[in-house]
């Protein structure tokens, strides 16, 4: 009989809130570093002397190396052990770190910056399962799901705060180097605090076909969207990718069907809870991540400040999403989840509207203040999307079902940053036709620069608003499909059960 780690943690309960404690060290690493690095790009190309095309690929065969291994980390944590993982992850991280502090060119920091991303993206899917595991009562479960998961959101705050000071002050390497200390610790708590936990049922066999064939359907598509718009949705390199993305991940489906134990258990959708979660999570994502990437760049572009002033403005952001969390975790069995999930979608989508109100005379509060409310309605209803997906699923299979959660939030991520980079570029070039066709010149030759740059701006302040109008309007698509979130016996029991 596998061990169960719920039997020496409830003889202690404090032992649970270091274990969340120490799962938060790592994703706020992990997450850290995403943030931390793009501050230092500009940096790195300098010494590298490469240009922002080729210094792109830094951040493209992260995303890339992320996205793939995410699942087969999954898996791999609940057959094999999912401490054994972690702190493999953990390591990984660690030597990566200093690989990339010590890189001597482009090639060196791509390579480096693939074996973190490998292991970085072990932590979601064991982080999860191991608090799964730990908290096996739904309501302290829900409660240590939404803290943890506010700290994705506090990662990317401080990454602009601690970035800049160590860039200017050291060099570009101290963001990586830095993460070696904080790595230490948190592998040494790892050690002290997590206790080991295994799906009841050891694998035969690990599924390499699956994972070779996911992983090429994941490269492609990743890689469309990231590079997409530079090439052109319509490129022969933009078909190559569809076409294999399509072409894998049919082949992926068939070689799943037959595995012996497949990477991704496709019975999962066939789970109707599951199902609209996962959507909703791809379509609340997908909305809030899209946009949000554009909020620093019209701060930057138009308003005139520089990352470390932007990063102040997204701190109370942090709180918000702290508060929140915690705030709908403790609902869970109290109210119905599908009701504060739907509430919480509708308080983000509202946030997003209220940034369809920026123009070149905003001021922070009218940044913040849109930023708290998103993100308290994502805090508020994360922990009750995370902590369903737990409860739908075998305890045995957790690991691979929360992979497939963060899976589907960052494609959902990537598709968002696509998707509204390129209806910005739309809405501009729009808006500057409709703008210069209503507005006259009555200035002398040399006014006609200036003439021209105000009609450029208005249309580009037009277009940013556009964006956010179309994500408010995506994200309530997605509080209106939390309705078909149905569980029952919420309020009586641990496992929820699908109807």
Same mark, same amino acid.
């Given at each position: 009989?596998?061990?169960?780690?719920?039997?020496?943690?409830?003889?202690?309960?404090?032992?649970?809130?270091?274990?969340?404690?120490?799962?938060?060290?790592?994703?706020?690493?992990?997450?850290?570093? $995403?943030?931390?690095?793009?501050?230092?790009?500009?940096?790195?190309?300098?010494?590298?002397?490469?240009?922002?095309?080729?210094?792109?690929?830094?951040?493209?065969?992260?995303?890339?190396?992320?996205?793939?291994?995410?699942?087969?980390?999954?898996?791999?944590?609940?057959?094999?052990?999912?401490?054994?993982?972690?702190?493999?992850?953990?390591?990984?991280?660690?030597?990566?770190?200093?690989?990339?502090?010590?890189?001597?060119?482009?090639?060196?920091?791509?390579?480096?910056?693939?074996?973190?991303?490998?292991?970085?993206?072990?932590?979601?899917?064991?982080?999860?399962?191991?608090?799964?595991?730990?908290?096996?009562?739904?309501?302290?479960?829900?409660?240590?799901?939404?803290?943890?998961?506010?700290?994705?959101?506090?990662?990317?705050?401080?990454?602009?705060?601690?970035?800049?000071?160590?860039?200017?002050?050291?060099?570009?390497?101290?963001?990586?180097?830095?993460?070696?200390?904080?790595?230490?610790?948190?592998?040494?708590?790892?050690?002290?605090?997590?206790?080991?936990?295994?799906?009841?049922?050891?694998?035969?066999?690990?599924?390499?076909?699956?994972?070779?064939?996911?992983?090429?359907?994941?490269?492609?598509?990743?890689?469309?969207?990231?590079?997409?718009?530079?090439?052109?949705?319509?490129?022969?390199?933009?078909?190559?990718?569809?076409?294999?993305?399509?072409?894998?991940?049919?082949?992926?489906?068939?070689?799943?069907?037959?595995?012996?134990?497949?990477?991704?258990?496709?019975?999962?959708?066939?789970?109707?809870?599951?199902?609209?979660?996962?959507?909703?999570?791809?379509?609340?994502?997908?909305?809030?991540?899209?946009?949000?990437?554009?909020?620093?760049?019209?701060?930057?572009?138009?308003?005139?400040?520089?990352?470390?002033?932007?990063?102040?403005?997204?701190?109370?952001?942090?709180?918000?999403?702290?508060?929140?969390?915690?705030?709908?975790?403790?609902?869970?069995?109290?109210?119905?989840?599908?009701?504060?999930?739907?509430?919480?979608?509708?308080?983000?989508?509202?946030?997003?509207?209220?940034?369809?109100?920026?123009?070149?005379?905003?001021?922070?509060?009218?940044?913040?203040?849109?930023?708290?409310?998103?993100?308290?309605?994502?805090?508020?209803?994360?922990?009750?999307?995370?902590?369903?997906?737990?409860?739908?699923?075998?305890?045995?299979?957790?690991?691979?079902?929360?992979?497939?959660?963060?899976?589907?939030?960052?494609?959902?991520?990537?598709?968002?940053?696509?998707?509204?980079?390129?209806?910005?570029?739309?809405?501009?070039?729009?808006?500057?036709?409709?703008?210069?066709?209503?507005?006259?010149?009555?200035?002398?030759?040399?006014?006609?620069?200036?003439?021209?740059?105000?009609?450029?701006?208005?249309?580009?302040?037009?277009?940013?608003? $556009?964006?956010?109008?179309?994500?408010?309007?995506?994200?309530?698509?997605?509080?209106?499909?939390?309705?078909?979130?149905?569980?029952?016996?919420?309020?009586?029991?641990?496992?929820?059960?699908?109807?």
């Amino acid at each position: 009989m596998p061990y169960d780690p719920s039997d020496t943690i409830e003889s202690g309960n404090g032992l649970k809130w270091w274990i969340l404690a120490t799962v938060i060290v790592g994703t706020f690493l992990g997450r850290l570093d $995403q943030t931390i690095v793009n501050l230092a790009l500009p940096k790195i190309m300098d010494d590298f002397r490469v240009t922002v095309t080729a210094a792109g690929w830094i951040a493209t065969a992260y995303i890339l190396a992320n996205a793939v291994f995410v699942p087969i980390w999954g898996k791999l944590g609940d057959t094999l052990g999912r401490k054994k993982i972690y702190l493999l992850g953990f390591s990984i991280f660690i030597l990566g770190s200093a690989l990339a502090g010590l890189a001597w060119n482009l090639t060196s920091m791509i390579v480096f910056r693939v074996i973190q991303a490998i292991a970085g993206s072990a932590d979601y899917p064991t982080a999860m399962a191991i608090l799964a595991v730990t908290f096996r009562d739904a309501r302290q479960r829900a409660q240590a799901l939404g803290i943890w998961s506010s700290s994705f959101a506090v990662a990317a705050v401080f990454g602009p705060l601690l970035g800049g000071p160590l860039i200017d002050h050291f060099s570009w390497r101290a963001v990586f180097l830095i993460n070696i200390p904080v790595g230490l610790a948190g592998a040494l708590m790892a050690l002290a605090f997590i206790h080991e936990s295994v799906s009841e049922t050891k694998a035969a066999s690990f599924d390499w076909w699956g994972s070779v064939t996911l992983g090429a359907a994941l490269s492609t598509l990743v890689l469309v969207l990231d590079q997409g718009m530079s090439w052109g949705w319509g490129s022969a390199a933009s078909w190559l990718c569809y076409a294999g993305t399509a072409a894998f991940a049919a082949l992926f489906v068939r070689i799943e069907q037959r595995a012996r134990e497949p990477i991704v258990d496709l019975k999962f959708f066939s789970n109707a809870v599951f199902n609209s979660v996962l959507f909703n999570n791809f379509i609340v994502f997908m909305g809030l991540m899209g946009s949000l990437f554009l909020v620093p760049v019209f701060a930057e572009t138009f308003l005139g400040y520089n990352a470390t002033q932007t990063g102040y403005v997204f701190m109370p952001m942090a709180g918000a999403l702290m508060l929140a969390s915690p705030l709908g975790g403790a609902l869970t069995g109290r109210v119905s989840a599908r009701l504060v999930i739907m509430a919480s979608t509708a308080v983000a989508a509202v946030g997003l509207f209220l940034f369809s109100f920026l123009d070149i005379r905003s001021g922070p509060w009218d940044i913040i203040w849109p930023l708290c409310v998103m993100a308290f309605g994502l805090g508020f209803g994360m922990a009750q999307r995370t902590n369903i997906i737990a409860s739908v699923v075998d305890h045995r299979e957790i690991g691979v079902a929360s992979s497939v959660l963060a899976l589907a939030r960052n494609i959902a991520g990537a598709f968002g940053v696509a998707i509204f980079g390129t209806l910005l570029d739309h809405f501009i070039s729009a808006n500057a036709l409709v703008v210069g066709a209503h507005s006259a010149f009555r200035g002398v030759a040399a006014q006609m620069p200036a003439f021209v740059g105000l009609v450029i701006l208005k249309a580009e302040v037009m277009g940013y608003d $556009q964006v956010f109008l179309v994500s408010a309007a995506i994200v309530l698509v997605g509080a209106v499909l939390a309705w078909w979130i149905r569980v029952k016996d919420e309020k009586t029991d641990v496992r929820v059960h699908v109807e």
